[in-house]
């Protein structure tokens, strides 16, 4: 059973910085990658990007491109989410995410991860 831990949240300024990081534990060296997502209150669950474990291919979607990067330490098993600056529009709980291990895809669905940690709040005021 993979387990997922994310810290690093915070309270920060407009034009911030913070880094998040996600620990796994449990199996993860069959894990093809990982997903961070973001949910602000009376929102959906957005996917924020995403990075394969071996390669290290990432994507980030348009809204946080050029602002936040996601990258991953194999030896310490952990995925971190670089934000800078950050937007009060940035303010949301963010999760790391990670399919079952027979799914060799990273999709932006919430519904195709299988594996999610507890979350961190993130909260940028203006």
């Known amino acids: 059973q993979v387990q997922l831990v994310e810290s690093g949240g915070g309270l920060v300024g407009a034009g911030g910085s913070l880094r998040l990081s996600c620990a796994a534990s449990?199996?993860?060296?069959?894990?093809?990658?990982m997903a961070w997502f973001r949910q602000a209150p009376g929102k959906e669950r957005e996917h924020v990007g995403h990075?394969?474990?071996?390669?290290?291919?990432?994507y980030v979607v348009d809204s946080v491109k050029g602002r936040f990067t996601i990258s991953k330490d194999n030896a310490k098993n952990t995925m971190y989410l670089q934000m800078n600056s950050l937007q009060p529009e940035d303010t949301a709980a963010y999760y790391c995410?990670?399919?079952?291990?027979?799914?060799?895809?990273?999709?932006?669905?919430?519904?195709?991860?299988?594996?999610w940690g507890q979350g961190t709040q993130v909260t940028v005021s203006s």
């Open positions: 449990g199996g993860t060296f069959s894990l093809y990658g």
């Open positions: 990075i394969t474990w071996i390669r290290g291919t990432t």
């Open positions: 995410a990670a399919p079952s291990r027979l799914k060799q895809i990273l999709t932006t669905l919430p519904s195709d991860y299988a594996y």
